[in-house]
């Protein structure tokens, strides 16, 4: 952007207010007269990195034709490298548990009492209770 009128620098509105000399503070924000696309460029530049102010001549208002934007190789800085994608590891399915083994005592069938099932593990006995 070119040409571009600074409104206020820090909290300084007026450009022949005095500046206290005790205020060490640095100014961080500038606020600026742009238009609205001028305004959409500001925002995309915030969003992509830092955004530089450049002083000219007062006296220089010639507007200097666009061109492309300064990349890295033009200053000689290899570019950034963006961090490798992860590769696609396929999830396997979870293996479901072998059915329980079920071992039941042999011999004559008791009538009476109560059968108890004990589960170890994969392992299942039954116990009668008397």
């Given amino acids: 952007l070119q040409n571009v009128k600074v ?3 820090g909290r300084q509105l007026d450009p022949g207010a005095k500046v206290d000399p005790r205020d060490t503070s640095r100014p961080t924000v500038a606020t600026l007269l742009v238009t609205q696309e001028q305004a959409e460029k500001l925002v995309l530049a915030g969003q992509r990195g830092r955004i530089q102010l450049a002083l000219r001549n007062s006296l220089d208002d010639e507007i200097t034709a666009s061109s492309d934007p300064v990349k890295s190789i033009d200053l000689g800085i290899d570019e950034p490298r963006k961090p490798a994608s992860s590769s696609f590891v396929p999830v396997r399915p979870a293996v479901s548990p072998p059915a329980p083994v079920v071992t039941t005592k042999t011999g004559k069938p008791e009538t ?3 059968v ?3 589960f170890r593990g994969e392992k299942v006995t039954e116990e009668t209770l008397k």
């Fill in 112 to 114: 009476e009492g109560r």
């Fill in 116 to 118: 108890v099932r004990i």
């Fill in 7 to 9: 409104i206020a620098y």
